[in-house]
């Protein structure tokens, strides 16, 4: 009873709060347009025919395509092995670094490395190195093993290149996962006699399995939504996201490709609410708190050496993708003439317009960046601070984005914005303009920064802003004066991730980019489809440093102005 009593007094708060009343429509206004009807069309446009009605006709004849067939036979058989790939490696370098003690300290920076690195750099940039590397002119192929004919493209090649990009993400999930266990667990198994595979397998593992399933399923959703690498690197090894592309701009055919988004969507989004709604619950059931104290590391050379050895191949294998970019921007004709030369470089200014390119893409990022960073806070303020009617549908469709593909998100804009309800007024003239890319890069990245606000918020104490509120402050001057300043770190850092995303983001605007804008990763991608690596990867090299530049600003910013900052001058 008492439960209601709060609960009706915490309404009759919010609705006697105008400011925030208005904040909500607009919100739930917002994530209905931008993120629930380009779905709903989708799904419209899939099962109704102007001439019969509804219908199940493009479902079934997507299903008798030998195209699609094979297409989702693909896409699921890369995804699975991906996940698991990146689940083991994740948790291999996750597991050395909590549990082994290693001599120096280069593992550690090649950690960090490894982990920063597909965070800041274009999703297909490992492709673009894997053909530079292993292709039929690649250094290692055909200069040191003298291999002519070695065909890099397909599942191997989409495969290897899908574990190097994501298997960061599991290893930064378990590395929280293993900290938080309590090493006395651990220790009083070792001092009843097991060994450490046996301490590893009947206590460490048992209590990581739902962790193992959430990585698995995180990867996997990755793996199957991801567009640029099979594009790139796929050769004749169709997949999902690719096979719907090619249906809308190469068979034109509108509803068959809805009808295999639907689908490609169904997969994504029954695998992100069992990893949403199930594994990450009891995950955070299993593993609670922190570690009661110190946990004394494995200095037993039989295991650390072997992990270490393992860890820094993986790690330097992709250090050595990564640099294989500015290298290949700096070569007169990749795999013939390795003359050094800043002809690519040049040619990108003065030749392919990437001025306007670089002033396109961080211009529209720029925009992005902020809206998307506030959007999240106060989206997480509302979820985490406030109760109403409607709070389950905002933190539902705000993160409703995470499992929609960038093919299927794209061609839901292009159904819904370019026809669809919108056939006059503002919303139909945003298509083919910078406002509707915009709008991309913010839905995009608006489950990420929202995520982590969630995790600052219900890091602070409600008394905290209930003092503001009983001293006459408003809800609006409460969240700018109180709330806001408190996780300004966490603004910061959705900042930051929303420009990285939006400037290095090609599966969703690939779809609805037009003449008018030319951005970075597009002209990356078509460059390398037409074989034209130098100026791909001078292009590439550019974009990197910007992103890497932007994280490096970031992380000063929050060091020197940053709430963990004036926390220690308190102290």
């Keep these: 009873m008492a439960a209601g009593q709060s609960a009706s007094l915490d309404r009759k708060k919010l609705l006697a709060d105008p400011v925030m009343v208005t904040v909500i429509v607009l919100l739930i206004a917002f994530l209905a347009v931008f993120i629930l009807y380009p779905l709903a069309i989708l799904l419209v446009d899939s099962i109704y025919s102007g001439d019969t009605g509804l219908t199940l006709q493009f479902f079934q004849e997507s299903f008798k395509k030998r195209t699609f067939q094979v297409a989702i036979t693909n896409t699921l058989k890369v995804g699975s092995l991906v996940g698991l790939l990146s689940t ?15 001599r120096t300290k280069l593992m550690s920076g090649l950690f960090k490395v490894v982990s920063m690195l597909p965070v800041v750099s274009p999703p297909f940039v490992l492709s673009l190195s894997m053909i ?16 002519y004919d070695n ?35 651990e220790e009083a198994a070792r001092d009843m006699g097991a060994s450490r595979f046996g301490v590893f397998r009947s206590v460490t593992l048992p209590l990581l399995l739902p962790g193992l399933g959430n990585a698995f399923l995180v990867t996997f959703i990755e793996s199957i939504a991801d567009f640029a690498n099979p594009m790139l690197i796929g050769g004749s090894y169709d997949t999902l996201a690719t096979t719907i592309y090619l249906q809308i701009t190469g068979a034109y055919d509108k509803n068959g490709a809805c009808a295999m988004a639907v689908v490609l969507l169904a997969i994504t989004m029954i695998m992100f609410g069992v990893q949403k709604y199930y594994l990450e619950r009891k995950t955070a059931a299993t593993l609670t708190g922190k570690a009661s104290r110190a946990r004394m590391l494995i200095e037993d050379k039989s295991v650390t050496v072997p992990l ?19 290298f290949g921007a700096l070569f007169r004709t990749w795999g013939r003439d390795f003359t050094l030369t800043t002809r690519w470089f040049e040619q990108v200014f003065t030749r392919y317009r990437g001025l306007k390119a670089f002033q396109d893409s961080f211009v529209l990022s720029l925009i992005a960046a902020p809206i998307t960073a506030l959007l999240s806070m106060i989206i997480s303020y509302l979820v985490v601070k406030k109760k109403f009617r409607g709070k389950g549908f905002i933190e539902l469709v705000s993160m409703l984005a995470m499992a929609v593909p960038g093919t299927v998100l794209g061609i839901g804009y292009i159904r819904g914005f370019a026809g669809g309800m919108f056939r006059s007024g503002f919303l139909q003239g945003i298509y083919g303009t910078g406002v509707i890319l915009v709008i991309v890069f913010v839905v995009r990245s608006l489950p990420t920064g929202t995520r982590s606000g969630i995790s600052a918020l219900r890091q602070i104490d409600k008394s905290i802003e209930e003092s503001a509120y009983d001293m006459g402050a ?12 408190l996780i300004k770190d966490s603004f910061l850092s959705g900042l930051v991730t ?15 980019v037009t003449p008018s804008y030319l951005l970075i990763t597009v002209q990356i991608n078509e460059f390398a489809e037409k074989g034209s690596y130098g100026i791909a ?8 440093a910007i992103t890497y530049g932007s994280v490096l600003l970031m992380n000063l910013i929050i060091k020197f102005f940053g709430t963990s900052r004036k926390i220690k001058e308190a102290d």
């Excluded at 994740?90 to 670094?97: K, P, R």
């Excluded at 039929?136 to 200069?143: D, E, M, V």
Aim: hydrophobic share 60%; charged share 10%.
């Design 151 to 185: 065909n890099i493209y397909g599942f191997w090649g989409i495969t290897i290149v899908q574990t190097m990009t994501f298997f960061p993400v599991c290893y930064m999930m378990f590395r929280g996962l293993l900290k938080n266990i309590d090493p006395s667990m």
């Design 88 to 102: 083991a490696i994740g948790l291999l370098f996750a597991y050395v670094e909590i549990y082994v003690k290693v």
């Design 132 to 147: 530079m590397l292993f292709g039929k002119a690649g250094i290692i192929t055909r200069h040191l093993l003298g291999i």
């Design 308 to 326: 270490t050895v393992l860890c820094s191949m993986v790690a330097l294998f992709v250090i050595l993708m990564y640099a294989c970019v500015p």
């Design 498 to 512: 929303a420009f990285v995303r939006s400037i290095t983001a090609i599966s969703a605007i690939i779809l609805l």
């Design 474 to 485: 408003g809800s609006l001057k409460v969240f700018t004066s109180v709330t806001l300043p």
């Design 537 to 544: 990867c001078a292009f590439a090299t550019i974009l990197i």
